[in-house]
């Protein structure tokens, strides 16, 4: 389906569910720390990943569609988070299309992701510090939110048969090229299952969705190792404060 097809689904649903008002602040509230009560709780996750992307410029379209795993490990004293994903990018340029494969498995341990992607020709690992999309638990993907601008509870829905709470955040930088982010966070686990960020064109250029398949189970010995560094270009950004919100 149509990457905006399917935001503007999103946006019906919220418009049926709009003749409600914003829940309040103190409900809000509530909501945030009934969130982040939830992730304390969480040992473990497993999940599917779907990642959508779209993007327009004068010269044509970029487009990408990405499968794979994601997963949660919280047993060990650290926080750990895993995902591979397989990843087909397109590129229209003036009615040129032309189509790439790749594949990325990062993993995060605290606030640390090293990831590598090998495509066709290129081989890299990357070290850097986690964005809030590379953990997606509630008490820093709630902490982004807020920084990014204001906040609104939207709705409770449900999702892959999971009820989940609808978070808003509306960009308050003047010279951001995204406008919102709208993030479904699982009611169980505390963890963002959908993200979606709009552009200036109220155009929905990533849609990042994980359907959990189960919670709290044995954590799987090996999974969470850092990709390895051989054959590949290593890159170290660390040192930099800046971390990007988007995948």
Request: aromatic share 6%; glycine share 4%.
């Amino acid at each position: 389906m149509n990457l905006n097809r399917i935001a503007t689904v999103m946006i019906g649903v919220a418009a049926l569910f709009g003749a409600q008002a914003y829940a309040s602040a103190p409900q809000m509230e509530s909501i945030e720390k009934e969130l982040i009560a939830s992730w304390k709780q969480l040992k473990s996750l497993s999940a599917t990943i779907k990642i959508q992307a779209e993007m327009h410029n004068k010269f044509g379209r970029v487009s990408s569609e990405g499968e794979g795993t994601f997963a949660i490990d919280r047993s060990n004293g650290k926080e750990r988070f895993y995902k591979h994903v397989k990843t087909e990018v397109t590129n229209d340029i003036r009615g040129k299309p032309l189509s790439t494969e790749s594949a990325a498995i990062s993993v995060t341990i605290d606030d640390i992701t090293q990831s590598r992607s090998d495509s066709v020709d290129k081989k890299y690992v990357i070290r850097k510090k986690a964005s809030p999309i590379d953990r997606r638990d509630a008490p820093t993907m709630l902490a982004f939110l807020h920084k990014l601008g204001t906040v609104q509870l939207l709705q409770t829905q449900n999702l892959d048969g999971r009820k989940t709470y609808v978070f808003e955040a509306k960009y308050t930088a003047p010279d951001s090229l995204i406008t919102r982010m709208v993030v479904h966070f699982d009611a169980q686990t505390g963890v963002a299952v959908r993200i979606t960020t709009y552009d200036i064109n109220a155009m929905a250029v990533n849609i990042s969705t994980i359907t959990i398949t189960s919670v709290n189970h044995d954590a799987i010995e090996g999974l969470f190792d850092l990709p390895t560094t051989e054959d590949a270009v290593m890159v170290d950004l660390t040192k930099d404060e800046k971390v990007s919100p988007t995948e």
